[in-house]
């Protein structure tokens, strides 16, 4: 496995999208999706903290957050990212897309090329992901991506793990 924190952030990349650290210039399009520990931002400002917590997050090598950038745009278009376990070799892939581009294949590159990272160039042993019961698209791109449900969680939640 690959010790973090990076100290050059690796961007990755396929024909349609990047995954790029998240600038102070992103977070004005992306306060809708921004989440800190399950708290989402609701104001500009408090989705400029949660980003600095972000950003101390991966300096500190416990997450890695990153945008997804459309190529044709140049804009932003959802955040990608794994968020805990890299302590111990694995890790949890979660993602965000704002709503207008949902459907379009984004977030299906975004996942591929997270998963891909993360077992290739990481070294990650185990991927998991956890989504609510409820989330029918998640679950269809999870499965889709070769992910299993392993078990039900409280509040709703399942836990998917990537079958390697």
């Known amino acids: 496995m690959k010790v973090l924190?990076?100290?050059?952030y690796p961007i990755i990349k396929d024909d349609k999208i990047s995954l790029?650290?998240?600038m102070p210039t992103d977070v004005e399009d992306i306060v809708d999706i921004s989440f800190y520990d399950g708290i989402q931002a609701t104001t500009?400002?408090?989705?400029?903290?949660?980003?600095?917590?972000i950003d101390e997050d991966i300096r500190q090598g416990n997450s890695i957050h990153r945008g997804i950038i459309d190529h044709v745009t140049n804009k932003i278009v959802g955040?990608?990212?794994y968020y805990r376990g890299l302590d111990q070799g694995e890790g949890?892939?979660?993602?965000?897309l704002l709503p207008q581009f949902r459907g379009q294949g984004f977030m299906t590159?975004?996942?591929q090329l997270a998963i891909d990272f993360g077992l290739k160039e990481i070294g990650l042993t185990r991927i998991w992901a956890i989504t609510s019961k409820e989330n029918l698209k998640a679950i269809k791109l999870l499965e889709r991506l070769k992910f299993?449900?392993?078990?039900?969680?409280?509040?709703?939640d399942m836990e998917y793990e990537l079958t390697l």
Do not use: W
């Not at 924190?5 to 050059?8: A, K």
């Not at 500009?44 to 917590?53: C, G, R, T, Y």
């Not at 949890?92 to 965000?96: D, F, I, P």
């Open 148 to 156: 299993i449900k392993v078990v039900d969680l409280e509040d709703n």
């Open 109 to 111: 590159n975004a996942m």
């Open 44 to 53: 500009f400002e408090m989705a400029v903290v949660m980003q600095e917590k």
């Open 92 to 96: 949890e892939l979660g993602c965000v």
């Open 20 to 22: 790029r650290q998240i």
């Open 79 to 81: 955040t990608c990212g």
């Open 5 to 8: 924190p990076y100290h050059s």
